[in-house]
């Protein structure tokens, strides 16, 4: 089984950035964050594949986060940028083993708390 540890969550102002890091106890075929604030269901933010790096982000994130990885280190990163407090939420890592949309691994979670 794979291990996912999260870190880099915190309080941060609106239109302020923030970095998150999962990494990984071994390699997978591709990793992602997904979100939850407190009376919502989980959300995705990204994910992306460790074979040809290709990405994909939820629409309430578009064009303000990026997520990136490091192969040496098996860890997955995601840049915030440009904060609203509506981002809110406990970030967590995911990964899966293959191509589908069912994830096999999560980790516990980091949170991230955007003030107005």
């Known amino acids: 089984q794979v291990q996912l540890v999260e870190s880099g969550g915190g309080l941060v102002q609106a239109g302020g950035s923030l970095r998150l890091s999962c990494a990984a106890s071994?390699?997978?075929?591709?990793m992602g964050w997904f979100r939850q604030a407190p009376g919502k269901g989980r959300e995705f933010v990204a994910r992306?594949?460790?074979?040809?790096?290709?990405?994909d982000y939820g629409d309430s994130v578009k064009g303000r986060f990026t997520i990136s990885r490091d192969d040496a280190k098996n860890t997955v990163f995601l840049q915030m940028n440009s904060l609203k407090p509506e981002d809110t939420a406990l970030y967590i890592c995911?990964?899966?083993?293959?191509?589908?949309?069912?994830?096999?691994?999560w980790g516990q979670g980091t949170q991230v708390t955007v003030s107005s």
């Open positions: 071994g390699r997978t075929f591709s």
């Open positions: 995911a990964a899966r083993i293959n191509s589908n949309t069912a994830w096999d691994y």
């Open positions: 992306i594949r460790w074979s040809g790096g290709s990405t």
